[in-house]
């Protein structure tokens, strides 16, 4: 089979061409297909400028060509095929590489300010460009995972887990640039792996084999034991990763091959989701309304929070060797994620295209150990080579429209 | 008398009084009257008489007769006379004087009388006074008393009269009782084949005999009808053909006995070449000088079995020579030919394979490596994983301890000891932070300090409670407290050997743990409870040269691997429980399955025994999987796996399932060859150990790392 028909559109209007079935040539792939539509387009504008297409097929990106792609998916190639293709998102810019004195363990980032937890035992504040302003040195242990729990101008509120069993509150002043422990949260029997705080930005959670809710006070002059609002215990092993679904539902994966969904009122256990491996870090997407896992066994799989069977895997991404440290879904984006992996490999996956992940950021010397990404399209990833990768990933025009 | 069919011995009888009346048929002569009168008489005298006429009474004719015949006198005298003929023949009740019927007479013995007669009148037993010598001397005295008897009915003693007695003779010789009864009369066959004049019976012959029957003419018209129809073939006459039988249709071809299966095929003959030629090429013809030789060499020496002859055309070629000879070769050939077939047996060497099922069934089980924890510097001797799954600790050559983080492969703490370190071992009780390391001579107990903060202190506290007995007891090693400087290090506890310590371990509970010692022929394992500061020594003589011990994780035992044998040692009662046989020559390593009831052990000559002790002594698998030593073995703690690490650098977990059923054996499936560890100095993997509750595998490597499999 030499010839296809296809027919082509695009949810851009300014890159539409004409709803015509084409001819094209069956063994043609992406690149070709790109020029095809460029000089369509450079036909019918004169000011067209060369731009880079990605197309999909049926909601799956084209990698292959064309006719093994269709013969894959188990497409008629009788037919007239519907092609849409969007603009090719850009290759991640790297920024910036901040070095660290060890191990990173956690990033979490703004607009303004990089937060990460270290394992020297503290956590760091950065600017975007890579300056160091604020080194906060309180706990006796390395530090797990670090947050934001409320920015302004003037004054910061973060959060810094430990391996000494304590959370720690900290207040920045940003003018003054000093930091000030607020609350110590006491309560775990283990070291405090993850902690997430809630939409409202008012209750914090974190767990080691356990989750604890905590509510800090607002009381500010004097360092205070803050205790738990309520226990979450129904995991028999320990607990990798904890987020606020919304404000109302916590969502925390397990060594023990479950991620449980509870209630935050309550404290109820309100699902289960069982996979088959230990999980390392779940996300969670408003946009796509997707739980993405990162498990032991190289797979990054999708969930379906809201479903009831509670073991339906919608999709696995697959391409990682190594364990999948952390996940992270695209704020701004949704059927975008970037993962993290022991294979020393961050990548930037997109769901439509399951097989091969949109990009590879191979920069780490070491493993992978946190990713994050800002609103801002900022995309950080720190591992056990002591650097800070920071890219700088280009919304297109789709994005917005997406 | 009258009658010439009577006998002589009637004749003889007839002179006397009573032969008048003795037949049947000599009844007419005499008068009634007198008879009747007689009869009346013989009546008074004779009851007994009667007695047994009226039992015999009911019999068939010809013993009636008989019974008639002695007693005849009144008989026939009523038979004479029409009226009492009748009277005798209407019931056989009316002779009948006791009424009382067929009973015991035993029940009348108390009575004066022995029933009632016809008119309800007593009739009474005669008297009878005679003691037993009257009975005595009637019996000596009277010469009738041989044929007297007793009537019962009326207790009266009766005489047996002449023809009574004959007759109770004839029948004891199993005669008829009739004198006249002729048993061997010839008998008159009435129905016989031959045709007689007269019919037997004067019945009239039935009409259906000479009328023609309906049934037939319809069952004849039916069957002609069939037959002119065609529908029922005349009998066709019989052919006169022999039938044979084949003696082999049954016989299966295929079957070992089978005919054809026997056939053995001639062996094949070399075609006949230039040589065999009646005219043969010259170079083929011997020359002198070899067919001399050919002359001396024996004849199964010998190259060909002929000399080539020239002719010079084929009809000068003799008759064959050995033609007879050869004849009875080929028969003696035949006659010795063996004709037992040796059948090969052939056997599908996938039918030898136990069927196991397949590794991909029996997920989960490590497969790819995870992680390398990097740091060590030298060979990387033991490894131990706490707990709680989340660090693990390793000992290496060179002279350091390292606390690593098992999900990051963060090596959190390391103990630089400075000397070589055997072997560590996390304490099995998750309340308990406590670490035993074995340092040469030494033992270290090290609080790693990771974990729970209330347990790093309880567990201080736990060793510190100790205070020292008032009296100093004599104890194999010496417990010496940590120094400041080693306190901080995290040692808490220092006991001092007096050998190199090989291997350490802890008990279950946590408490007691033992220490092996490389001290051949003296004290080599020590058992200690880290409370108390307490040691002694087990055993009163060493067995062999120990290689390693361990704990019973349920059971009060103490499993001792000396060289080729694995001694288990109930605590309790202090005594030998089992002595289990490896089989192989140097055991290296031993692992206890957590259910308690089988044992795993590696051994230097690249074997791995695995026994059930419920089974026997003797290893119930021997496993040779790897191609060089075995330097360690682990049971996983809740799924069914089983690993060894072995000099060529590879570590291979099985699938061990044990089955609570006893009559199950185990089921040992190979699941996967893990390599990775480079080997170095002649070493490859020296340790491996089971996550505690993943499906997770470390190694340790002569390379200097551990490695995470999953």
């Given at each position: 089979?030499?010839?296809?028909t ?127 302003i ?5 706990h006796?242990?390395?530090v ?23 959370v ?7 003018e ?27 209750k ?98 999708l969930w ?17 060797t ?33 097989k ?20 801002a ?26 | ?110 009575f ?38 007793q ?15 004959e ?12 004198v ?45 009808h ?12 019989k052919e ?62 010998r ?62 089980f ?12 030298s ?89 020292a ?32 310590v ?13 220490s092996?010692v ?21 055993f ?151 996550h ?19």
């Amino acid at each position: 089979m030499a010839q296809l028909t296809a027919r082509f559109r695009t949810e851009n209007r300014r890159f539409a061409v004409e709803d015509v079935p084409f001819s094209v040539p069956a063994t043609s792939e992406t690149a070709d297909l790109s020029q095809l539509i460029n000089k369509l387009l450079a036909a019918a504008h004169e000011d067209h400028k060369y731009v880079e297409f990605d197309f999909l097929i049926n909601g799956q990106f084209l990698r292959l060509p064309l006719v093994t792609h269709m013969e894959m998916e188990n497409i008629s190639t009788e037919e007239v095929v519907e092609i849409e293709y969007v603009e090719k998102y850009m290759a991640p810019q790297p920024e910036e590489c901040i070095f660290h004195d060890d191990w990173i363990s956690s990033v979490q980032a703004t607009e303004e300010w990089i937060l990460t937890g270290c394992y020297d035992q503290t956590a760091r504040i950065w600017s975007v460009e890579g300056k160091s302003i604020m080194t906060i040195a309180g706990h006796t242990e390395v530090v797990k995972d670090v947050a934001w729990v409320k920015q302004d101008s003037l004054s910061c509120l973060l959060l810094s887990a430990s391996m000494d069993q304590t959370v720690l509150l900290w207040e920045w002043n940003v003018e003054k640039n000093k930091v000030k422990a607020l609350h110590c949260c006491r309560g775990h029997a283990g070291s405090v792996e993850s902690v997430a705080v809630d939409c409202t930005r008012t209750k914090v959670s974190d767990f080691w084999k356990e989750t604890f809710v905590f509510l800090p006070t607002d009381e500010e002059d004097e360092m205070e034991e803050a205790t738990p609002l309520a226990t979450l215990s129904g995991h028999t092993e320990a607990i990798s990763s904890v987020l606020w679904l919304d404000a109302e539902e916590i969502c925390s994966a397990s060594w023990d091959h479950t991620i449980k969904l509870w209630d935050a009122e309550t404290g109820d256990l309100k699902s289960t989701l069982t996979g088959n491996k230990v999980f390392n870090s779940v996300s969670y997407s408003p946009l796509c309304r997707r739980l993405a896992s990162g498990s032991t066994d190289r797979h990054i799989r999708l969930w379906d929070p809201r479903s009831k069977d509670g073991s339906l895997v919608l999709l696995s991404l697959t391409s990682h060797t190594g364990w999948v440290t952390s996940v992270k879904w695209s704020p701004t984006h949704e059927h975008q994620l970037i993962s993290g992996s022991l294979d020393n490999i961050v990548k930037l996956w997109d769901t439509r295209s399951c097989k091969a992940p949109l990009y590879d950021l191979a920069a780490h010397e070491d493993k992978v150990l946190c990713v994050d990404w800002t609103e801002a399209g900022l995309l950080l990833s720190g591992g056990a080579d002591n650097k800070l990768y920071c890219y700088r990933y280009p919304a297109t025009a789709s994005d917005v429209g997406a | 008398m009258e009658q010439p069919s009577l006998s002589s011995d009637t004749q003889e009888l007839s002179e006397s009084e009573e032969s008048v009346y003795s037949g049947l048929e000599d009844s007419g002569s005499d008068s009634e009257s007198s008879g009747s009168a007689e009869e009346e008489e013989e009546e008074e005298e004779d009851e007994d008489e009667e007695e047994d006429e009226e039992e015999s009474s009911g019999s068939p004719s010809a013993p009636q007769t008989q019974a008639r015949g002695f007693p005849g006198q009144r008989r026939s005298l009523q038979d004479d006379s029409p009226l009492d003929e009748y009277e005798q023949d209407s019931s056989d009740e009316e002779d009948i004087r006791n009424t009382v019927g067929n009973i015991p007479m035993e029940w009348y013995q108390d009575f004066p009388h022995v029933g009632y007669d016809l008119d309800g009148r007593r009739i009474y037993k005669p008297l009878r006074s005679r003691d037993e010598l009257d009975l005595f001397l009637e019996k000596m005295e009277n010469p009738e008393y041989w044929r007297t008897v007793q009537d019962r009915q009326t207790g009266a003693d009766v005489r047996l009269s002449e023809e009574q007695l004959e007759l109770v003779q004839r029948l004891q010789r199993g005669q008829f009782g009739d004198v006249n009864f002729d048993p061997y009369e010839p008998s008159v066959d009435f129905f016989s084949h031959e045709v007689r004049i007269h019919p037997v019976t004067n019945r009239p012959a039935d009409k259906r005999s000479f009328i023609p029957s309906l049934v037939e003419k319809e069952k004849v018209s039916k069957l002609v009808h069939a037959i002119k129809m065609g529908w029922i073939q005349p009998r066709k006459p019989k052919e006169n053909v022999p039938t044979f039988y084949d003696l082999w249709a049954q016989e299966d071809p295929n079957s070992i006995l089978g005919r054809h299966k026997m056939h053995v095929p001639a062996p094949k003959i070399p075609l006949p070449g230039h040589e065999e030629s009646y005219n043969p090429p010259p170079e083929f013809l011997l020359s002198p000088e070899e067919k001399l030789a050919w002359e001396q060499q024996d004849p199964s020496e010998r190259r060909l079995g002929f000399i080539p002859q020239k002719f010079r055309s084929l009809r000068a070629v003799p008759a064959y020579s050995r033609f007879i000879h050869e004849r009875f070769e080929r028969c003696l050939d035949l006659y010795l030919c063996p004709r037992q077939r040796k059948m090969r047996v052939n056997v599908d060497p996938e039918d030898l394979i136990p069927k196991l099922p397949r590794p991909r069934d029996l997920q989960p089980f490590p497969t790819t490596q995870a992680l390398i924890y990097r740091g060590h510097s030298s060979l990387v001797r033991t490894l131990s994983v706490s707990p709680s799954g989340q660090w693990f600790a390793s000992g290496s050559d060179d002279g350091s301890v390292r606390l690593w983080e098992v999900s990051s492969g963060r090596c959190l703490r390391s103990l630089t000891l400075g000397a070589v370190v055997r072997s560590v071992a996390w304490n099995p009780n998750p309340s308990i932070c406590l670490l035993a390391v074995a340092l040469e001579e030494q033992v270290l107990l090290v609080n790693p300090g990771l974990g729970d903060r209330l347990l790093v202190a309880a567990t201080d506290q736990l060793l510190d409670s100790w205070e020292a007995p008032e009296e100093e007891r004599v104890q194999p090693v010496r417990w010496i407290p940590a120094s400041p400087e080693e306190r901080a290090k995290g040692i808490r506890l220092l006991v001092q050997h007096d050998k190199p310590v090989t291997q350490v371990t802890w008990h279950a509970k946590g408490d007691y743990w033992a220490s092996v010692v490389r001290n051949p022929g003296g004290r080599q394992v020590l058992i200690h409870q880290s409370s108390r500061r307490w040691s002694q020594d087990p055993f009163r003589k060493s067995p062999g040269m120990i290689q390693c011990v361990q704990f019973h994780p349920l059971r009060p035992y103490f499993l001792v691997a000396s060289q080729r044998s694995v001694r288990i040692y109930n605590l309790l009662r202090q005594e030998l429980t089992k002595k289990l046989q490896s089989n192989c020559q140097w055991i290296s390593s031993m692992a206890v399955h957590p259910g308690g009831d089988n044992v795993i052990c590696g051994s230097y000559d690249s074997k791995l025994a695995w026994f059930d002790l419920d089974l026997s002594t003797r290893p119930y698998r021997l496993l040779r999987h790897h191609r060089r030593a075995l330097r360690s073995v682990a049971f996983h703690r809740r799924y069914p796996l089983f690993a060894s690490g072995s000099d060529d650098g590879t570590v291979i977990v099985c699938h061990g399932m044990v089955y609570s059923d006893l009559l199950q054996n185990p089921l040992l499936v190979p699941l996967k060859v893990l390599k990775g560890h480079a080997p170095a100095l002649d070493l490859g993997v020296l340790d491996v150990a089971f996550h505690p509750h993943q499906p997770w595998l470390f190694s340790s490597g002569a390379d200097g790392t551990v490695r995470l499999y999953t």
